[in-house]
């Protein structure tokens, strides 16, 4: 089977995409099935670092604003 986050035009290394393996099965699962959504967890985690979409350092309130968190 070929591993589709590692072929084609993906800027992705296998490396890098590693930390999905550790995530629990019912996680996984959820956002499979369109019960979670990671865009939002991402855009939340870039938020709480500081970061804009993308990941340059723009400050707390900033970032907060670019993620739509600070209406």
Not at 15 to 30: E, N, V
Not at 38 to 60: I, K, M, P, T
């Amino acid at each position: 089977m070929t591993d589709p986050a590692t072929t084609g035009n993906s800027p992705f290394s296998a490396d890098d995409l590693g930390f999905i393996q550790t995530a629990p099965t019912r996680l996984l699962a959820a956002a499979a099935q369109g019960r979670l959504d990671l865009n939002h967890l991402a855009r939340v985690e870039l938020a709480s670092r500081g970061l804009d979409r993308d990941g340059v350092w723009v400050g707390f309130a900033r970032a907060r604003e670019i993620h739509g968190f600070d209406r």
